[in-house]
């Protein structure tokens, strides 16, 4: 029998070297994530892939799984433990190699493969590790079966089976490429700038994006795990910055920027404005919805109000269905609403038929924004950008607050707004016009300015949002309303970055 996990190991030593160790914090709502060799080492991940089998197994599906990773110093040996742990546990792993996660999603469409396992962090910095995994394409694990996940490995509740096989995939991401570039080439003369951070997408996205006709300025598409500039991040003003300064620099028509694991894309318009993920989902709604009428659109609760309130959706008869923050979350409802696409700020973005297949890939989120370009031939993106009614948005920050008490800050901070709005107290000198609860607290005074607060799921985070169609006073203003109210909680810490 394979031994039960630990929760802590010492490093460096017989222990540490013959027990898994499996930190039960790293399982999160929609998939894990590990300080490796700190939260977990390698025998901690061959239990999780005896773990995996064991979950497919209970639930009916046939323990057959795409397994691919992302380019950090360590992923590969992840991998190799997780396949170690799946096979042990019966299963047949079919592995893509080197990849982006939207390579390993498809892999499941491509290879007839009900279930995916992609070793990735994404965009968390360096030392963490992680798994994205799903049982029913193309979604991927909420949080009851990362719950039963979790309480399988923890509690040792797997054994080994026999009929577990390996085979390589050689060649898979020509395959993916191959798919998303069978098309057309765009008739407009672009240049773009493809910015990679450094990270596993730079290995495919200027090949892809020349195959669809465009002319590219790579930046930091060379891969390197240390990330020598900035982590691969769409949302991190310093890779926001990078790409600004390189449309200014080339003269380029839009930058695209893709996280670590290029499930994920940021945009940049050709005057160097960095565009939010959400404002770029408002404007492919718009454009989308002309083709579309009467669609349906998911957005997370971190996302702009002009979803709610932008006269140009209305008239498209857009309907919007604001949901919890997550790819998980957000890829489930799009399919169960039958919707055409769903939005998250973070930059994950999911289209179904017949613009992707609903899952969330970085890619196919840059083809959609140049096909909004090509479609409108006598606009520029900022000219697109300037079509929306202005807003004065927050970037994603985040306050440091231990995975084991952050959801209880959240708890007791949405109390304390609740508690406001009951007694009529006042927040930024108005009303409390609403709060929104599904996913941690959304409080809107009365000219429509708001803030959030929720627990990050994937890191030992709070995240933190603010909006004003007002005013940046107002919304600079609510921020500091908000941090007030986060600062009555001692365990919440330094941000990564702020307004």
């Given at each position: 029998?394979?031994?039960?996990?630990?929760?802590?190991?010492?490093?460096?030593?017989?222990?540490?070297?013959?027990?898994?160790?499996?930190?039960?914090?790293?399982?999160?709502?929609?998939?894990?994530?590990?300080?490796?060799?700190?939260?977990?080492?390698?025998?901690?991940?061959?239990?999780?892939?005896?773990?995996?089998?064991?979950?497919?197994?209970?639930?009916?599906?046939?323990?057959?799984?795409?397994?691919?990773?992302?380019?950090?110093?360590?992923?590969?040996?992840?991998?190799?433990?997780?396949?170690?742990?799946?096979?042990?546990?019966?299963?047949?792993?079919?592995?893509?190699?080197?990849?982006?996660?939207?390579?390993?999603?498809?892999?499941?469409?491509?290879?007839?493969?009900?279930?995916?396992?992609?070793?990735?962090?994404?965009?968390?910095?360096?030392?963490?590790?992680?798994?994205?995994?799903?049982?029913?394409?193309?979604?991927?694990?909420?949080?009851?079966?990362?719950?039963?996940?979790?309480?399988?490995?923890?509690?040792?509740?797997?054994?080994?089976?026999?009929?577990?096989?390996?085979?390589?995939?050689?060649?898979?991401?020509?395959?993916?490429?191959?798919?998303?570039?069978?098309?057309?080439?765009?008739?407009?003369?672009?240049?773009?700038?493809?910015?990679?951070?450094?990270?596993?997408?730079?290995?495919?996205?200027?090949?892809?994006?020349?195959?669809?006709?465009?002319?590219?300025?790579?930046?930091?598409?060379?891969?390197?795990?240390?990330?020598?500039?900035?982590?691969?991040?769409?949302?991190?003003?310093?890779?926001?910055?990078?790409?600004?300064?390189?449309?200014?620099?080339?003269?380029?028509?839009?930058?695209?920027?893709?996280?670590?694991?290029?499930?994920?894309?940021?945009?940049?318009?050709?005057?160097?404005?960095?565009?939010?993920?959400?404002?770029?989902?408002?404007?492919?709604?718009?454009?989308?919805?002309?083709?579309?009428?009467?669609?349906?659109?998911?957005?997370?609760?971190?996302?702009?109000?002009?979803?709610?309130?932008?006269?140009?959706?209305?008239?498209?008869?857009?309907?919007?269905?604001?949901?919890k923050t997550g790819h998980s979350h957000i890829k489930r409802r799009v399919r169960d609403l039958k919707?055409?696409?769903?939005?998250?700020?973070?930059?994950?973005?999911?289209?179904?038929?017949?613009?992707?297949?609903?899952?969330?890939?970085?890619?196919?989120?840059?083809?959609?924004?140049?096909?909004?370009?090509?479609?409108?031939?006598?606009?520029?993106?900022?000219?697109?950008?300037?079509?929306?009614?202005?807003?004065?948005?927050?970037?994603?920050?985040?306050?440091?607050?231990?995975?084991?008490?952050?959801?209880?800050?959240?708890?007791?901070?949405?109390?304390?707004?609740?508690?406001?709005?009951?007694?009529?107290?006042?927040?930024?000198?108005?009303?409390?016009?609403?709060?929104?609860?599904?996913?941690?607290?959304?409080?809107?005074?009365?000219?429509?300015?708001?803030?959030?607060?929720?627990?990050?799921?994937?890191?030992?985070?709070?995240?933190?949002?603010?909006?004003?169609?007002?005013?940046?006073?107002?919304?600079?203003?609510?921020?500091?309303?908000?941090?007030?109210?986060?600062?009555?909680?001692?365990?919440?810490?330094?941000?990564?970055?702020?307004?």
């Amino acid at each position: 029998m394979f031994p039960k996990p630990s929760p802590e190991l010492v490093p460096n030593t017989y222990a540490y070297e013959s027990q898994p160790m499996v930190k039960p914090t790293g399982f999160r709502e929609y998939d894990a994530r590990w300080l490796f060799e700190k939260e977990i080492n390698l025998m901690g991940v061959q239990a999780l892939g005896l773990g995996l089998a064991q979950l497919l197994k209970e639930l009916s599906v046939p323990r057959e799984v795409v397994v691919g990773h992302d380019f950090r110093s360590y992923s590969a040996s992840i991998k190799l433990a997780l396949t170690a742990g799946l096979m042990a546990g019966g299963a047949k792993v079919r592995d893509i190699g080197l990849c982006i996660t939207p390579m390993a999603y498809f892999a499941q469409f491509a290879l007839d493969c009900p279930a995916v396992a992609m070793v990735t962090a994404s965009h968390n910095d360096n030392g963490w590790t992680g798994v994205k995994m799903g049982a029913a394409r193309p979604v991927t694990f909420g949080p009851e079966e990362m719950g039963r996940l979790r309480d399988i490995v923890i509690g040792g509740n797997y054994a080994p089976e026999p009929g577990g096989a390996y085979e390589f995939v050689p060649d898979f991401p020509a395959r993916y490429i191959a798919d998303l570039t069978s098309r057309p080439r765009y008739g407009r003369k672009m240049k773009v700038v493809a910015a990679c951070g450094n990270g596993t997408a730079g290995a495919f996205a200027p090949e892809l994006l020349e195959k669809l006709g465009v002319e590219v300025v790579p930046l930091d598409c060379d891969l390197d795990w240390t990330f020598p500039r900035y982590n691969a991040n769409p949302e991190d003003l310093h890779m926001l910055h990078a790409m600004a300064e390189a449309v200014t620099a080339s003269g380029a028509d839009v930058a695209l920027g893709f996280d670590g694991d290029g499930d994920r894309c940021g945009v940049v318009d050709n005057e160097g404005a960095e565009i939010f993920a959400d404002k770029i989902g408002v404007m492919l709604a718009r454009d989308l919805s002309k083709l579309h009428q009467g669609a349906t659109f998911v957005v997370d609760v971190k996302s702009t109000g002009l979803f709610a309130t932008d006269p140009a959706l209305a008239a498209n008869g857009v309907k919007v269905d604001f949901w919890k923050t997550g790819h998980s979350h957000i890829k489930r409802r799009v399919r169960d609403l039958k919707a055409l696409a769903g939005f998250e700020k973070s930059g994950h973005f999911f289209f179904n038929a017949p613009v992707g297949r609903g899952y969330d890939d970085g890619f196919v989120t840059a083809i959609a924004v140049l096909d909004m370009l090509e479609r409108n031939p006598a606009k520029s993106m900022a000219d697109l950008y300037r079509d929306l009614p202005k807003t004065f948005g927050s970037p994603t920050m985040s306050p440091h607050c231990p995975d084991e008490v952050k959801y209880g800050v959240a708890e007791a901070v949405t109390a304390r707004f609740q508690a406001m709005l009951m007694r009529g107290e006042r927040l930024i000198g108005q009303k409390i016009r609403d709060i929104v609860t599904v996913n941690g607290v959304r409080v809107t005074v009365e000219d429509g300015t708001w803030g959030l607060v929720r627990a990050s799921s994937n890191k030992p985070e709070l995240v933190v949002v603010v909006e004003s169609p007002a005013s940046e006073a107002n919304m600079r203003a609510m921020f500091a309303a908000v941090d007030r109210v986060l600062r009555e909680n001692p365990e919440v810490g330094a941000y990564n970055q702020t307004i």
